[in-house]
């Protein structure tokens, strides 16, 4: 048990059940043991047609607790002096819950390190210093590349980030994967990476290759927004379980060395609450242990 992550749905056991005498879910960081793919905040307004009780009381649901809410804010700047956000701010902090705020627009014609980015950053360090950076592979093929990337986790590590996730691990067009050096290594914990909309399934590739450069990383598994997310939810509730439950049995073939974690949406792509899915999501979360 204490060596395993596993599902306490039935219908996940069942699809499940095969796989475990195997492979066993990862072993979590205490960060990522039971992550959200939770989007609250796009700039300076919330997003979601629930109110806050009823996000608080979706999250009560989670035996545990949930760890980490991830981005939670996207692009916002000052957000801890935003009204708006003020009580979800204040309720996830006294209950000892992760934030991993994103910065990074699309990156089509725009730099990764620019002014506006480094104050989003800075605003972020007041709540902890996780920090997710997006769209990583479309920087590393604009004509900044490389050091446009590297700069600014650079700039993170200055302001104090020492926990930095890689929204995906940048890989320009010709299939290469981006590397470190050793200072930025030792903050970069962890990537976020997309499910097969094909298939539903994980795509080992990355898997592999980013536990070949530092096995000790940390993967959640999510589902792009808004592309996938509103195609499973345009699905009948019976295959959005579908979905979830093939992703979840594929997931548990892994071994605990890949350091894996389910991150289900919550956003105004997916909102489990208005899918009528979330007592599933709260259930496999809860059967989720480090």
Same mark, same amino acid.
């Given at each position: ?23 066993? @879910? ?58 708006? @956000? ?81 929204? &995906?691990? &940048? ?20 990537? @976020? ?34 592309? &996938? ?14 979905? @979830? ?26 909102? &489990? ?18």
């Amino acid at each position: 048990m204490n060596r395993r992550r596993f599902l306490t749905t039935s219908a996940a056991v069942a699809v499940a059940a095969t796989v475990f005498s195997k492979k066993a @879910f990862a072993a979590a960081d205490p960060d990522y043991t039971r992550s959200v793919h939770f989007v609250y905040g796009i700039g300076n307004n919330t997003t979601l047609d629930n109110s806050d009780s009823a996000i608080k009381s979706a999250f009560g649901q989670v035996t545990g607790g949930v760890t980490c809410l991830c981005p939670f804010f996207l692009n916002s700047l000052d957000p801890m002096n935003n009204s708006n @956000f003020t009580d979800m701010i204040n309720w996830v902090q006294n209950n000892n819950v992760v934030v991993t705020p994103a910065v990074g627009l699309t990156a089509q014609g725009n730099t990764l390190n620019n002014a506006t980015n480094k104050a989003i950053a800075q605003g972020y360090y007041g709540l902890g210093k996780h920090i997710r950076l997006e769209n990583l592979s479309g920087y590393y093929n604009n004509s900044g590349g490389e050091s446009d990337v590297k700069g600014f986790i650079d700039t993170c590590i200055n302001i104090g980030f020492t926990k930095i996730m890689l929204n &995906p691990w &940048p890989v320009n067009s010709s299939g290469t994967y981006m590397t470190f050096d050793s200072d930025q290594m030792a903050c970069i914990d962890s990537a @976020f990476q997309n499910v097969d909309p094909n298939t539903w399934e994980l795509n080992a590739t990355n898997i592999s290759t980013i536990n070949g450069l530092d096995s000790s990383l940390q993967i959640l598994v999510n589902y792009e927004s808004p592309g &996938p997310q509103q195609t499973i939810a345009a699905m009948s509730h019976a295959n959005q379980l579908n979905v @979830f439950n093939t992703t979840l049995t594929d997931l548990g073939t892994f071994p605990i060395s890949d350091h894996l974690h389910w991150a289900p949406p919550f956003t105004q792509s997916y909102d &489990p609450i208005d899918e009528n899915t979330w007592s599933f999501i709260a259930s496999t979360l809860s059967g989720f242990t480090g």
